[in-house]
């Protein structure tokens, strides 16, 4: 799954473009927080090619602020990261000093870039575009975020060159073999925690060429158990400059939990859940990836017998209403718990993969329907009849009933509980369709 990052000055209509992706035919299916903006990610497809979009500030150049310094480090992270650049530019302006100093910067990165040419709302602004090969590139796209004309053809664009850049698989570790992703927040112990787990025996550890330019996925091959690490801010070196930015481990861990099975929330336990752990969770949810989380370091909280379950509570209250995952209390330093953490990998892998049959489903969820029935809505009453799992790639199960747009969110919370109490689905995010009869 590429990533592409959307990059240019303010106001050239960066944010309208992601909007308008976000209500037409590519659905983006996740917003998440970043330091700087409300917008960032987003997992988008278009004809059939799955692809992730970050969002950037506007980049700004001889600036003091430390806001507009802020940016200028997402936009050079996003960059980084991303397999391509859509450089957004407006067409009513023309092309700017500030253009040609963004141009410049990525041609010095060395990743394609895309020119999107914005705001051409009229036949009378449609040829101005072309003055935008002066930036250099050779692929020029006039569109408008408005109107959507010509985003047809830039997402073609975009699409061709992402799939051009897919390989055959050439990992040669077998499929079943768990892919695990180590993610969290800067300095919550993500590498001391995969060091611990490799130990010093090189010879159990195989280095995998992944699929980004510089990643290595790990064999972890001890007292039983595989397990392929996928490559994370915890385990690639960070680059000078982004070890304080809270940017950098979501963008980092977007790539790492696409690639996996199963994510790895690593929180501080000295700091509690943030924000931005929530930012990260949220990501491995929409993804529908097995969940773990670890309370790192808790060697170094002051605790008494009721200290556990109070950090257990709040944490639970604050990722509600997905509760049903793995919580760990360890210290990876102390080696303190550790390899419990990849029993519950696998114990979550094993769910992520779970299969129930028709059969079974029908006997143990309709007597339940059938004793706590949807509300009724506008006097109707709603008659669940069916339940199947569907076969894809989330655990996801449609229940069919006479009138599927009257069961609203706290029903369907309601099913998801009755199937987990039921089921062993910990860890694993559940999807809950309902369709007509």
């Known amino acids: 799954m590429g990533i592409v990052a959307i990059v240019g000055r303010p106001n050239v209509g960066k944010s309208t473009f992601f909007n308008r992706l976000f209500g037409e035919r590519l659905a983006i299916v ?182 980004t330019r510089d990643a290595i996925d790990t064999l972890y091959n001890k007292f039983g158990h595989q397990l392929v690490l996928i490559d994370t801010a915890g385990i690639r070196k960070k680059r000078k400059g982004y070890e304080d930015l809270e940017f950098y481990s979501v963008v980092r861990s977007i790539r790492s939990i696409e690639k996996s099975d199963v994510a790895v929330l690593i929180i501080d336990a000295t700091v509690g859940v943030t924000s931005q752990d929530l930012t990260i969770l949220n990501i491995i949810k929409k993804n529908h990836k097995g969940l773990v989380v670890v309370m790192n370091k808790w060697d170094l909280v002051d605790k008494d017998h009721k200290t556990l379950e109070q950090y257990k509570e709040d944490l639970l209250n604050k990722i509600a209403p997905f509760t049903d995952v793995p919580v760990l209390f360890i210290s990876a330093k102390n080696k303190k718990r550790i390899y419990r953490v990849v029993e519950e990998i696998e114990r979550v892998y094993k769910n992520t993969k779970v299969k129930i049959p028709t059969h079974k489903l029908n006997e143990v969820m309709l007597p339940l329907i059938e004793a706590t029935p949807p509300p009724m809505h506008k006097g109707k009453k709603v008659k669940i009849k069916y339940v199947t799992q569907l076969p894809s790639r989330s655990v996801s199960f449609a229940f069919f009933c006479n009138h599927p747009q009257y069961v609203k969110e706290p029903y369907k919370r309601f099913l998801e509980n009755k199937l987990r109490e039921n089921f062993e689905l910990t860890g694993v995010p559940v999807n809950i369709i309902l369709r007509e009869k």
């Not at 278009?46 to 200028?72: A, K, P």
């Not at 499929?175 to 695990?180: A, K, L, M, Q, T």
């Open 30 to 211: 996740d917003e998440t927080e970043g330091v700087t903006r409300d917008r960032i990610y987003g997992k988008s497809d278009w004809n059939g090619t799955e692809f992730s979009i970050i969002d950037t500030g506007g980049y700004i150049t001889n600036s003091d602020d430390i806001f507009e310094e802020e940016i200028r480090k997402q936009v050079s992270l996003a960059v980084d990261e991303a397999d391509m650049v859509l450089f957004m530019t407006d067409v009513q302006t023309g092309v700017t000093d500030l253009d040609m100093s963004i141009a410049e910067m990525l041609r010095k990165s060395g990743k394609k870039v895309i020119v999107a040419v914005n705001k051409v709302d009229n036949t009378h602004l449609y040829f101005d575009y072309n003055e935008f090969y002066r930036l250099g590139f050779d692929e020029v796209y006039p569109i408008s975020s408005t109107n959507g004309s010509g985003t047809g053809d830039l997402l073609d664009a975009i699409v061709d060159y992402l799939n051009k850049l897919k390989t055959p698989a050439s990992q040669d570790y077998d499929e079943n073999i768990p892919r695990v992703s180590f993610v969290g927040r800067p300095n919550a112990g993500k590498s001391t925690l995969i060091n611990t787990l490799l130990g010093e025996e090189r010879n159990i550890v195989t280095d995998i060429p992944g699929t």
